[in-house]
């Protein structure tokens, strides 16, 4: 598959009581990969990964949240492509944890994600794995945005999926089976962001929040996937996430 979804990570104020969250949430353990990066493992299965936000963002006031990876074979040819169709980049091309090179690009509409080069980090669980990443979406008030900036850089098509306002994004023309979703939705309804969310499966969707609040999160709205429904959740420190449960997404 060409440039898919592979992993996420969260960088947060409070490293303990964040891990306490998502164990009690997501049953997740954890494994110090090095000084500053923390491992999460879904039934013993590597899923995503958290640290301690930097000081220099933390000065400026950036908030808690969820990032996605996209695996890429080239990162410096991407990082090029990424800012000839208008992107800003971030972080240039640097050493990741755990092996393979990152790059933090915010595309065109100003949603970040990450670029990774390397074969070390997990890839996406399907539905039905619980505590792991299963879904990547692209909440956005304009597709036009950004419907060329990622059909140059990383080839993908978009199309739509048949239901209003929202689109299916495929490695390519032949792939019968979506990589990742695009919801456009009014900046009245999901804020001034623009941003790339990450969804978690769940077994249940009801016992799940009910976790989540008895934790000190909060669950913030619905949010249709298709014929599922998901949930937009926030943890104690604000970052914000999706649960959904059932086959497909």
Same mark, same amino acid.
């Given at each position: ?15 303990? /009581? ?11 353990? *954890? ?18 990964? $958290? ?47 755990? @092996?393979?090179?990152? /790059? ?16 070390? $980090? ?8 619980? @505590? ?10 304009? $597709? ?22 929202? *689109? ?9 089976? /979506? ?25 249940? $969707? ?44």
């Amino acid at each position: 598959m060409k440039n898919p979804f592979i992993w996420s990570d969260l960088p947060t104020f409070d490293i303990e /009581a964040t891990k306490a969250f998502y164990n009690q949430c997501f049953s997740w353990q *954890y494994q110090q990969l090095d000084s500053d990066y923390i491992l999460c493992q879904a039934n013993m299965e590597a899923s995503s990964g $958290l640290y301690t936000m930097p000081e220099k963002f933390q000065s400026i006031g950036m908030p808690s949240f969820w990032m996605s990876y996209i695996q890429v074979q080239d990162i410096q040819q991407t990082v090029r492509a990424a800012q000839e169709q208008g992107a800003k980049v971030e972080i240039q091309p640097q050493a990741a944890p755990g @092996g393979g090179l990152i /790059a933090l690009i915010r595309d065109p509409s100003g949603a970040g994600f990450t670029c990774y080069e390397g074969d070390d $980090l997990g890839g996406r669980g399907k539905t039905g794995s619980l @505590g792991r990443m299963v879904w990547n979406e692209l909440h956005i008030s304009d $597709l036009a945005k950004v419907e060329s900036f990622y059909s140059n850089v990383f080839g993908w098509v978009v199309k739509s999926s048949g239901d209003s306002d929202r *689109y299916l994004i495929y490695a390519s023309p032949r792939d019968v089976e /979506a990589i990742a979703g695009i919801q456009v939705t009014s900046n009245s309804l999901k804020g001034d962001k623009e941003y790339w969310g990450v969804y978690f499966s769940v077994d249940s $969707l009801s016992t799940a929040s009910k976790s989540i609040e008895k934790n000190g999160g909060k669950i913030v709205a619905e949010q249709p996937l298709g014929s599922q429904c998901a949930l937009l959740a926030y943890d104690p420190q604000v970052a914000a996430f999706y649960i959904v449960e059932g086959d497909s997404t």
